[in-house]
């Protein structure tokens, strides 16, 4: 049986521990990095000509000037367009340009989104502002693509998945009295793409939509 | 049984709270104020004691909604204002302050039409702009080009967001996504300038707006079904609904609220 393929968007982690466990759980894997910023109906075509077709994308672009923690007073509009509305942007133009592939597989979408986008964080308005709104087109998608067997889900992790220690560690006192009740943060390379490759299985198959939240118990909404 | 509400008269509405002098010596700026929501909230605030700048790209909007604001006794002027452009923003917010000593209330609301109901495969580069231009960088700009002023005396920031940006749009998926992404920037915000007294919430309304007019005359069921499915069995009204919450969040009543969205839409989008 040919190996499924999964298009892995972003640099750094999460991207990067989500790549290597999906490869250990069998995925032929391919990668576009934080620089690809054009993204066309044809991007994925383009880049990768001799593919197989993508059964999977898992969205995680957040490059690193959205990544850096600013005060929203001391952004220039620049500053702001390249945190948040172009990883906004790019998220939207890489869902416009799979749907043809994940509608012929029958495949699935995946976006990781910091804890930032539902909780908000002091210092990351703009990162935040991407999050959530590529959340909510995960929601929006599965309503839109769920008839055409498109999975499409969102999955918070924990804030070390994506800022560095310093920043984590502030933005998880801020939302958090306590520990996380699993006594530590999940692990991206085996526990997130373990999540991530049963959320493409037919076991799965009547979750549409679903906003989860894998950050080891740290915040729990609602 | 029957879903059709058309021919069920709505349930009794209690009289609209009192609000005169709420908001007496504040000055607010409403973006997008030349219609509907927009012009809703900036009649309320000015009923409520404001006085109030319509943000309007449009003068032929904005200028005749300021005028009925002033019949009706409020104190109402309107600024010409691409939200899109920074130095718009700038001089809007250089209007309250130079003409009226103060800023204490930023409403943005403005929003690029959201088209019709389309997925998002089918959605072209330029309304992506557009719509995330109008909704993200234009709330930065609201944000940013307030602050200064909203700190001075315990101001407010108001977003409009959506239903749609709390539960995602299957009908209008990008217009669900950035109004998603307005709820990441108030929440941020609201950490943020917590700490200078500066509160920042959003509203979720379901009202009659030009947009909704348009929905329902290509679609003649649509308000009933829509009556249907909500409690309160109508849809709001942008002054007498979706106004006085409006000056409920910028007035002292809500001060120890911030970072929240409001539903404002007869009870349509329970369990958000």
Known sequence: ???????????????????????????????????????????????FPDRD????????????????????????????????????????RLARAAHADLAASSGTIVFLVPLMASAGGEGFAPMATAAEGIRLLAKSLAKTWGAEGIGSHAITLDPTAFLDEADAAGMAEANSLHDPPLGRVPDLTNEVATIIDELTTDDFSSLIGASLVVDGGLWMPG | MSTDASHTPPPPTPPLAVVDGLLAGRVAIVTGAGQGVGEGIAASMASAGATVLLAARRAETGEPAAARIRDAGGAAEFVRCDVTVRADVDAAVAAAVEGHGRLDVMVHNAVSPPGPPRPIQEIDDETIALQIATSTTASFHCAQAAFPHLRADYG?????????????????????????AQRGLLKSLAREWGPAGVRVNAIAPVAWTPAMDVATEANPTLEARLR?????????????????????????????????????????????
């Not at chain 1, 499924?4 to 990067?16: K, Q, T």
């Not at chain 1, 290597?20 to 759980?25: D, H, N, S, Y």
């Not at chain 1, 390249?82 to 990883?87: G, Q």
């Open chain 2, 156 to 180: 407010s920031l108001i977003l409009l967001t959506s239903p749609a940006g709390i539960e995602g749009s299957g009908h209008l998926p990008l217009y669900g996504t950035v109004k998603g």
């Open chain 1, 1 to 47: 049986m040919a190996r499924r393929h999964a298009l892995i968007v972003g640099s750094g982690d999460p991207a990067d521990a989500v790549a290597v466990g999906l490869e250990a759980r069998g995925w032929a894997v391919s990668r576009m990095a934080d620089d690809t910023l054009e993204w066309t109906d044809d991007t994925v075509a383009t880049r």
């Open chain 2, 228 to 272: 249907g499915r909500t409690p309160l069995q109508r849809i709001g009204d942008p002054a007498d609904d979706i106004g006085p919450v409006a000056v409920f969040l910028a007035s002292p009543l809500s001060r120890h609220m911030t970072g929240q969205t409001l539903a404002v839409d007869g009870g349509r989008y329970l369990g958000l």
């Open chain 1, 53 to 92: 077709p993508i059964d999977l994308v898992v969205h995680a672009r957040y490059p690193a000037p959205a990544r850096r923690r600013s005060a929203l007073v001391e952004l220039s509009t620049e500053d702001w367009c390249r945190r948040a509305d172009e990883p906004l942007e790019a998220a939207v």
